[in-house]
């Protein structure tokens, strides 16, 4: 999983936004599928988002205090489709959206203006940087909490890179 983590810290220094989200988007399927592998990908991702990132996106607003969802598994889950597969943030004809119908990113510009978490109807607004790192952050703290055991039976079933001067398989 460090190796992901840390693909995904380097994305964001350099800056490469299209990067930064492709991962972003990704680690979530990762996580959720080393913990529920029997579960269908868009349960399994939203469940694992809702748990671990959904809090971040969950604030209390108006008069009353009430919980309002910025970002759910599902409308996660919905924009990770769209964006991989047809390059799109356009979660309309989605299947699996819920109350989001299209994101906006945006990255810090000069003044660094920050619009992170802002909604416009059907639309969120999200700094690419601060999505990055609110997932970066849960991946790595629930990566952290399994005991090791886990993790060590985890990291044979993934990517692994390998240099060819020493290469086995």
């Not at 380097?10 to 996580?31: F, G, K, S, Y």
């Not at 005991?147 to 001067?165: F, N």
Request: hydrophobic share 45%; glycine share 6%; charged share 20%.
């Amino acid at each position: 999983m460090e190796g992901f983590f840390d693909g995904l810290e380097q994305a964001i220094r350099e800056r490469n936004w299209h990067a930064v989200l492709v991962m972003a988007l990704t680690l979530p399927d990762i996580c959720a599928k080393i913990v529920m592998p029997a579960e269908r990908s868009g349960r399994r991702y939203a469940a694992w988002f809702d748990q671990h990132v959904k809090p971040k996106y969950t604030f209390q607003i108006g008069v009353g205090a009430q919980e309002r969802v910025f970002l759910s598994g599902t409308d996660c889950y919905a924009l990770r489709c769209v964006l991989l597969h047809e390059g799109s943030t356009d979660t309309a004809r989605q299947p699996a959206s819920d109350a989001l119908d299209r994101f906006h990113f945006c990255v810090p510009g000069q003044f660094n203006l920050r619009l992170h978490c802002n909604q416009i109807g059907r639309a969120l607004i999200l700094m690419v940087d601060e999505f990055a790192v609110d997932v970066l952050n849960a991946a790595r703290a629930w990566w952290s909490s399994l005991d090791s055991a886990e993790r060590e039976a985890t990291a044979g079933r993934l990517l692994a890179i390998r240099s060819t001067d020493n290469i086995s398989f």
